[in-house]
């Protein structure tokens, strides 16, 4: 690890202006990510300001048909919380098998989102459910926030401070698990909205990052049951393929992970 | 058995410490000066090493020295060496390149070391490795063993035309030749055998130490066998005479062969800690576990094997390319020829045997043992042979084997080994009693209604363990004798020390090895220490590898007993005023057999180091040691047999069941034996599933990380269902024959014959991965 100068904020804004003071400053969420590349020497921030003593960024709250998750919120506070179990349990399983429990007492949504890794489990239940990216500036749509590989609509400074999903009628998210990183392989979340609009999105498959699958969204439309996508043909074209999965492979896994979400949905 | 004694579930008593941070591992050590080295690797799998430019990293804070691969070179300090010479067919020697510890003018495998820094801090170090600018002519490089062998491929070594290290055949090939030609039938098989990255939990270190009024080192090192590594750098690497050379291996936190072998970074840290004037110190990093610590496997070969109308093996016809990586390993060359060919034979009476393997040079990390080295390539091969063998002649794989099955003991097969004890069909019995053999196509029938593909694999394995005797691996080529010592140092208070040739890094010999004292003296084992791992405690010894600490170095144990029991007896019976022969040992005291006259064993101790009153021309004191060489190698053999589940939308597998029998003759400690065999099986289960070291084409590793290396976490193995049969060997006093690698020998081909079962189709490569076996569901 090069040196850095570390600051552990205590607001958002305080956050925001240590930020602005620093030459090359990260912010720094739960580190599962950052601290790896760091120690790698991948990455050299002149400062690290850790998000992680914020109050403002902790906790969940159910209020009508939304639930908001602060973005400081670790896996392991989210997959136990009540609320979520309640409102969107798919949520709560997403999160019960992300990574292993070391990860998930350490990391937190809103690193994971800002993060945007193509395999990362979070985009695909933010994209599948409409979610909106809350800011420190604004609110962003989870269809224009996610923008490719580690890419998102934040700019320079922007700290996430929470997530709103929309409560759905139906959701459900199953993955096949990197057999060595333990990131999503493919992973898929469906979501049948309270509203009757049908959102399917899949992170893992493709060399874009997470993207919605609108060919098992419409066979879905016409009859919300696994076998709906027996029929569905996913191209391999332009999926991810490495040493542990082929195009064709994600291909597959993208319909069959579908079926299943559908079918833990309910 | 006591409750401490032989066959005891005694808890290990090194785990306090382990389990309480208070291991003394060589990073733990901090010596007074002591600098810190980082290696600056070359980045490229072949490449002409034109300059090394250090002046501006000479310049950073904390630097001490850069030293490069020609200044190590010309300080005379040895290549490496490869200790087992083998002969190829034409009678020629085997043909190696020469290996220095840091490259001067080539570098043939990614993370090859060129230069090091010496700094007051690692951070420091690596900071100023950045600054020393190499400047490489990349050369095509080659990693793929056919693809070197082609001609016009890239050459790595001068010494080597071809790649070729060498073409060595074993076994008649005019009697297999006769076999195939008669044969009923003849089954074929093309396997690979997965390259591995061994991944012990704690990464290789070292820290040499110079004393320069003295003109000693002493290095701290992460070895399973401190004494051949000092002998190998004393005679070999011109680092220093034996007796100005301590080498000590404090707790080693896993080998599984991987630190067996004398690597370049130790030769460095002791040339450098002499030019540099202070300790220094080399703590890997896990890339640099990956990139450096000698890999395992990576076989790939083509096998025959003839039966005749009644289902009898008659011939095996094998050849194998063994992938050697960049330069021969201290024990590289055996791996793949004597240990490995010479278990060709499995548990089965086979006439007739022929194998041919070609050791090829490619721009990889070397190859060299790992858990197994050598068994576990030919018991998979056998045993997937087997499995081809009855889908192909329509007869059940468990009836199959035991048709074959060696019944009559000692056995001479056609490839060096005498078995010389076990009892195959037991195992097999066992293990198919405990999985419900005869339930499995009514359990295969409901899991296809649920959608799933359920398959059954059965491995029979065997391998040679203990390895010895010195005289046998001498006359094959072996550069080493392997026998062990032992001394057994009675205190005047009664307490013990017994110092042990053996090395434990993980294998609980602290425990075990207590066990056998307190089966023979009946004092606790809290009364007895294990010393081990440091060449100034113990004389010498051959170190920890092979499945050999109980079988060969619990044996030398037993033999320095037996004289300390007997000088201690003589003791007693002059205290006691009796016949020596009438004394017995029983629960720490030295009894008069037949009476109530007795003196407690410290009281004997005591009197040895008093003196004053011995028998007549006694010597004073109570130690004594031993050396013990086996007359054979042993022979644990068992029979695995995996149940699993196969996903056929996803090709993802899931256990149903893991049975294994195992004979491993007499158990110290059962519960120890478990956790080996528990390991081993992981390991197994780790190279047919998930692991797989790769290369892309150029030679770049693109496995260097866990990110991408799939080791098996706890989720991906099921519960073990372990039982054990047993035939005690004859070739050692106790028993015993050894469980160290048996698991990772017998288990992946029960794991692949289950999933081949299960899918309908024969031809699956390890590691079977979900999209793997998917692909391989849905071939045309």
Redesign the interface.
């Known amino acids: 690890?090069?040196q850095t100068v570390y600051h552990r904020a205590s607001s958002v804004d305080e956050a925001v202006s240590l930020f602005a003071k620093g030459s090359e400053a990260k912010f720094l969420a739960g580190g599962q990510t950052l601290l790896p590349v760091m120690k790698?020497?991948l990455a050299s921030p002149s400062d690290l300001i850790d998000l992680g003593k914020i109050k403002e960024l902790q906790g969940v709250e159910l209020s009508g048909d939304v639930l908001t998750i602060k973005a400081g919120t670790t896996y392991f506070d989210i997959m136990q919380n009540a609320d979520v179990k309640k409102a969107i349990p798919a949520i709560a399983y997403l999160t019960s098998v992300l990574g292993?429990p070391a990860v998930r007492y350490r990391g937190t949504i809103g690193g994971s989102i800002a993060n945007n890794d193509p395999a990362a489990d979070y985009p695909a239940a933010l994209l599948a459910l409409g979610a909106a990216v809350k800011t420190n500036k604004r609110s962003i749509a989870a269809d224009d926030f996610f923008q490719g590989l580690f890419t998102t609509a934040l700019e320079d400074g922007e700290i996430i401070t929470a997530v709103s999903f929309p409560v759905p009628a139906k959701a459900g998210y199953e993955k096949?698990r990197h057999?060595?990183?333990r990131f999503a392989?493919t992973g898929v979340f469906v979501a049948l909205t309270k509203s009757g609009e049908i959102r399917v999105a899949a992170t893992g498959a493709s060399q874009t990052g997470v993207m919605r699958v609108p060919a098992i969204e419409a066979a879905l439309k016409a009859n919300w049951s696994p076998s709906a996508i027996d029929s569905v043909s996913i191209s391999a074209s332009n999926l991810l393929a490495d040493?542990?999965?082929?195009a064709?492979?994600r291909a597959?896994?993208i319909k069959?992970m579908a079926?299943r979400a559908v079918a833990a949905a309910g | 058995m006591g409750v401490e004694g032989i066959g005891a579930r005694v808890v290990r008593k090194e785990d306090k410490r382990f389990i309480t941070g208070k291991g003394r591992y060589v990073d733990d050590i901090k010596l007074q000066g002591m600098t810190h080295a980082h290696f600056i690797r070359s980045p490229h799998a072949h490449a002409k090493v034109k300059g090394i430019d250090s002046s501006a990293a000479l310049k950073m804070p904390g630097v001490v020295a850069v030293l490069t691969g020609q200044e190590i070179v010309d300080d005379k300090v040895g290549n490496l060496i490869c200790g087992w010479a083998i002969t190829s067919k034409d009678g020629s020697p085997m043909k190696m390149g020469a290996w220095p510890a840091m490259a001067p003018e080539t570098v043939r495998f990614v993370g090859q070391a060129v230069a090091v820094v010496i700094a007051e801090s690692k951070n420091l170090a690596r900071d100023a490795a950045e600054a020393v600018v190499v400047n490489y002519e990349e050369l095509p490089a080659v990693a793929d063993v056919h693809a070197a062998i082609k001609s016009g491929a890239p050459q790595l070594h001068p010494e080597a035309p071809g790649n070729q290290v060498y073409d060595w055949v074993i076994g008649d090939e005019g009697a297999a030749d006769a076999a195939f030609a008669k044969a009923a039938n003849v089954v074929k098989l093309d396997v690979t055998n997965n390259r591995l990255a061994p991944n012990a939990m704690e990464p290789r270190a070292a820290i040499a130490d110079y004393d320069s009024a003295e003109e000693h080192f002493t290095l701290y090192t992460t070895s399973q066998n401190p004494h051949v590594a000092r002998l190998v750098l004393s005679a070999f690497y011109n680092i220093a005479p034996e007796h100005k050379l301590r080498v000590i291996a404090p707790d080693v936190g896993g080998g599984f062969g991987s630190k067996i072998f004398i690597y370049p970074e130790e030769m460095v840290a002791l040339w450098a800690s002499k030019k540099v004037g202070r300790p220094v110190k080399w703590t890997g990093d896990r890339t640099e576990a990956f990139l450096t610590d000698a890999h395992g496997r990576d076989h790939v070969t083509h096998a025959e094997m003839a039966f005749d109308a009644n289902n009898k093996i008659t011939g095996l016809k094998v050849k194998t390319y063994a992938n050697f990586g960049a330069y021969m390993s201290l024990f590289s060359s055996s791996v793949p020829t004597y240990l490995y060919a010479t278990l060709l034979s499995g548990q089965y009476n086979i006439p007739a045997i022929h194998a041919e393997v070609i050791g090829v040079y490619t721009n990889t990390t070397p190859v060299d043992a790992y858990r197994g080295a050598g068994r576990p390539e030919a018991s998979y091969l056998i045993e997937r042979l087997m499995e081809t063998a009855a889908r192909q002649l329509n007869v059940d794989p468990a009836a199959l084997r035991r048709t074959n099955f060696i019944t009559q003991f000692p056995h001479q097969t056609p490839v060096i080994m005498a078995y010389d004890v076990g009892d195959f069909n037991a195992s097999l019995d066992a293990a198919m009693k405990a999985i419900d053999y005869a339930g499995f196509p009514a359990r295969k029938a409901k899991a296809k209604a649920d959608g799933k593909l359920r398959g059954i694999g059965v491995s029979c394995y065997i391998e040679a363990c203990g390895i010895a005797p010195s005289k046998a691996v001498g006359s094959l080529g072996a550069g080493v004798g392997l026998w062990e010592s032992a001394e057994v140092r009675v205190n005047p208070v009664g307490t013990i020390e017994i110092l042990t040739g053996s090395h434990s890094h993980g294998q609980g010999h602290e425990t075990t090895f207590c066990q056998l004292v307190a089966e023979r003296l009946g004092v606790p084992i809290s009364q007895v220490s294990i010393v081990h791992g440091d060449t100034d405690k113990v004389q010498f010894g051959m170190g920890t590898y092979g499945s050999r600490s109980a079988a060969v170095g619990l044996t030398a144990i037993l033999k320095a007993m037996e004289k300390m029991e007997s000088k201690a007896k003589k003791i007693a019976a002059h205290a006691l005023e009796a016949s020596e022969g009438d004394i017995v040992i029983e629960n720490g005291e030295f009894k008069v057999a037949g009476t109530d006259k007795a003196i407690a064993f410290p009281m004997v101790a005591l009197a040895a180091y008093t003196a004053h009153n011995l028998p007549d021309g006694m010597e004073p004191g109570l130690k004594e040691s031993a050396f013990y060489d086996p007359t054979n190698f042993t022979f644990p053999a068992g029979t695995y047999i995996c149940e699993l589940e196969v996903d056929p939308g996803t090709g993802k597998t899931s256990f149903v069941n893991f049975v294994a029998a195992d004979d491993f003759g007499r158990l110290i400690n059962p519960m120890i034996v478990e956790g080996q065999v528990h390991g081993g099986l992981v390991q197994g289960i780790g190279q047919a599933l998930l692991e797989h070291a790769i290369y892309d084409s150029n030679g770049q590793p693109v496995t260097a990380s866990f990110m991408d290396y799939a080791m098996p976490r706890a989720d991906d193995v099921p519960s073990f269902n372990l039982s054990h049969t047993t035939t005690l060997c004859p070739g050692n006093p106790l028993g015993i024959k050894g469980c160290g690698e048996a698991g990772a020998i017998g288990a992946s081909a029960a794991v692949i014959n289950a999933i081949t079962d299960a899918i309908g189709k024969n031809n699956l490569e390890m590691p079977a991965t979900p999209d793997r076996v998917w692909r391989t569901i849905h071939a045309a």
């Open positions: 690890m090069y790698q020497r292993d096949m057999p060595a990183s392989l040493i542990h999965g082929t064709e492979y597959n896994l069959v079926q």
